[in-house]
């Protein structure tokens, strides 16, 4: 299932290898915008990928015109966006899913993981520090996703599977690796 998370890093990985070119940050995001909206089409537009296209988008022009950035605002522009064009989308259960995950890990991650981050300075060996922060982060946006996506997952399909927590601390980081070295 192709996901926010997946554009993301699409578009992180173009980002960066412009920038490496020393065109300049501004221009290499607009240029970014171009492989955004390529991996829209790719992998269908589905809602998800939908969504988080708009906010990486809105996410590129900030940059482009130096303002501030705002995840939740950028959140809800890109689901007036979707319903502007297709009112029925709002009853789409993938694009609530994804929404209301999306508004989970705004909300939550940023917060719990600062806090963690703190704490976790105190380790010396910068190795496990990182492998313990990363696997921490993992769980926590795992966590907010999932508070806020609970309640639809269990009107939609009355079940929800609690191995979502250890599936993604294990896929994550091996679907980025793979999208990574697939797009190399």
């Known amino acids: 299932?192709?996901?926010g998370y997946h554009l993301s890093l699409w578009?992180?990985?173009c980002y960066e290898l412009l920038r490496k070119t020393r065109i300049g940050n501004k221009f290499a995001s607009l240029i970014t915008v171009i492989p955004?909206?390529?991996f829209m089409f790719i992998s269908g537009m589905t809602y998800s990928v939908i969504r988080a296209g708009i906010m990486t988008i809105?996410?590129?022009f900030s940059n482009v015109f130096m303002r501030k950035r705002d995840s939740l605002n950028s959140l809800g522009f890109a689901?007036?966006?979707i319903a502007v064009f297709n009112p029925f989308a709002m009853g789409s259960a993938s694009l609530q899913l994804s929404a209301l995950a999306t508004a989970g890990i705004i909300f939550y991650s940023e917060f719990l993981v600062s806090s963690f981050e703190d704490k976790i300075k105190k380790i010396n060996i910068k190795c496990l520090r990182k492998f313990l922060f990363n696997i921490f982060s993992i769980f926590m946006i795992t966590l907010s996703a999932t508070a806020f996506t609970l309640p639809v997952s269990l009107t939609l399909y009355n079940r929800f599977n609690f191995m979502v927590f250890?599936?993604?601390i294990i896929a994550v980081p091996v679907s980025g690796l793979c999208m990574?070295?697939?797009?190399?």
Do not use: E
């Open 1 to 3: 299932c192709v996901s």
């Open 11 to 13: 578009s992180l990985l």
């Open 36 to 38: 955004v909206i390529l």
């Open 58 to 60: 809105i996410y590129l």
């Open 79 to 81: 689901l007036m966006l």
């Open 166 to 168: 250890a599936a993604n």
């Open 180 to 184: 990574i070295l697939c797009a190399i």
